[in-house]
């Protein structure tokens, strides 16, 4: 039983156009969601997140999306660079629990 | 500051040997956690713990056990290594309630033949 699933394995974008990365999940539970961002051989980094109270947060040139009724975030990268080619991974988590469930990760690549 | 910092970097054992793996943090960071990533699986977590002196099972805990040593350091321990547990494991911490950002360690690539 997959909680947080992302649909979409790769995705290849022209440098300066949107990356848009998608993100599901079926557990109303969760109120906390995040965006890493994994270089090979690398830990992965955090990059961004939001809480179920908003439904929007920017931090430069990275926004999340979330749509509660739905279920379902989304990763906008405006625009794109070379250095944004990694794998993304969404994680969400349940207020009072320490526990995180991760999405299985979208390989971004982004053409110069 | 190093941040988090796991130990070793690269391992192969053979089915049946024990290991440890090392993970300490230098953030003050209250929590700790052990994940495994394996192709197409994403991160999986193995067990956390929420604070010095507790720890928790998470959604794959078979096979391994752990141990908060303090505040620092929080090791993973395979007893009798098997084929399925060739993965990466990441250690990560988390600063404590209210703030979910968690922060990665660099890896550590084990190969059981």
């Known amino acids: 039983d997959q909680q947080v699933k992302q649909n979409s394995p790769s995705l290849s974008v022209q440098e300066g156009r949107i990356s848009i990365l998608n993100c599901d999940y079926t557990?109303?539970?969760?109120?906390?969601f995040l965006w890493y961002k994994k270089y090979p051989a690398e830990g992965p980094t955090f990059l961004i997140s939001i809480s179920s109270i908003k439904d929007k947060n920017e931090d430069g040139r990275f926004t999340v999306f979330l749509n509660k009724s739905a279920k379902h975030l989304s990763l906008h990268i405006v625009p794109s660079q070379p250095g944004d080619s990694a794998v993304y991974f969404c994680?969400?988590?349940?207020?009072?629990?320490?526990?995180?469930?991760f999405g299985t990760g979208t390989r971004l690549k982004v053409l110069a | 500051n190093a941040g988090v910092t796991q130990t070793p970097k690269f391992q192969v054992l053979k089915t049946g040997q024990s290991m440890t793996l090392q993970c300490a943090q230098d953030?003050?960071?209250?929590?700790m956690y052990w994940y495994r990533q394996d192709p197409g699986m994403g991160l999986r977590l193995i067990y956390y713990?929420?604070?010095?002196?507790?720890?928790d099972k998470g959604e794959v805990p078979n096979g391994y056990n752990v141990s908060r040593l303090n505040k620092r350091e929080f090791s993973l321990r395979l007893e009798s290594a098997a084929p399925s547990q060739t993965s990466v494991y990441f250690c990560?911490?988390?600063?404590?309630?209210?703030?979910?950002?968690?922060?990665f360690g660099p890896g550590t690539r084990l190969t059981v033949t």
């Open positions: 557990n109303s539970m969760f109120d906390y």
């Open positions: 953030m003050n960071h209250n929590s």
């Open positions: 713990s929420a604070s010095e002196g507790t720890t």
């Open positions: 994680a969400a988590s349940a207020s009072g629990t320490y526990k995180y469930i």
């Open positions: 990560a911490s988390r600063s404590g309630t209210g703030i979910y950002e968690q922060y």
